[in-house]
């Protein structure tokens, strides 16, 4: 079955800790995304991909990194410097980032920081 | 910019009641529009979704119709069950720009 993946799905880091969210799709669309959830707030873009070695950020990039090595994968890293890092993050791929395509999800990652 | 509102929640319904969730968004030229449902715990899946004027949407019983007029999309059911409980994003694409999403409307269904 074609889809996206997301993992761990539950993930507890101390404090000044580097973690990583791993995304993964096999659906060969070009896009992939990823926005964090707070309660009441919907979801904010923190970064997106095009195309394989090329992400930009979005609204709320400021303590996360990326990278695009592959076009199935979608690694997002919440660093230190991110203040409030526990949230549930998700991941989302569509065809093409143009042209109003839907995007598909993936089933989250609730970050808790201790 | 591209924006969406849609009323907050929750909305709390009986089973079999009808339901109405509203939506209306700004934006320029065309946008496509979609619905988006989020049950506990899970990711987003796609609802439904309509890509021009006067074009309605419809799944498991849901249906949007996209009014250019007067900007909205509106989510409806006629008969809610207990396992339509959920999150409803409402949400517009653009030709050259990302998913806007809205804040999210939590609806309640009681049996």
């Known amino acids: 079955d074609g889809g996206i993946t997301q993992s761990p799905k539950y993930l507890f880091r101390k404090e000044g800790q580097n973690v990583t969210l791993s995304c993964e799709q096999n659906l060969n669309h070009d896009a992939m995304y990823w926005y964090r959830q707070d309660p009441g707030q919907g979801l904010r873009l923190i970064y997106y991909?095009?195309?394989?070695?090329?992400?930009q950020k979005g609204d709320i990039a400021e303590g996360y990194s990326v990278s695009r090595e592959k076009k199935e994968s979608f690694p997002l890293t919440v660093t230190s410097a991110q203040k409030n890092p526990t949230a549930f993050y998700l991941c989302?791929?569509?065809?093409?980032?143009?042209?109003?395509?839907?995007?598909?999800f993936g089933p989250g990652t609730r970050l808790t920081v201790l | 910019g591209n924006s969406v509102t849609q009323m907050e929640g929750p909305v709390t319904l009986s089973e079999e009641a009808f339901l109405t969730i509203n939506c209306t968004y700004t934006a320029t030229g065309y946008p496509s529009l979609f619905w988006y449902v989020q049950y506990p715990g899970e990711g987003l899946q796609l609802l439904l979704k309509?890509?021009?004027?006067?074009d309605k949407g419809s799944n498991k019983g849901f249906e949007a119709t996209y009014r250019k007029e007067t900007t909205s999309f509106h989510l409806e059911k006629g008969s809610v069950q207990v396992s339509d409980s959920a999150v409803y994003f409402c949400?517009?694409?653009?030709?050259?720009?990302?998913?806007?999403f809205g804040k999210g409307t939590r609806l309640h269904i009681l049996p």
């Open positions: 991909s095009q195309i394989v070695n090329d992400f």
């Open positions: 949400a517009l694409s653009n030709r050259d720009d990302k998913i806007i």
């Open positions: 309509a890509t021009k004027a006067d």
């Open positions: 989302a791929s569509s065809i093409t980032r143009t042209g109003g395509n839907e995007q598909f």
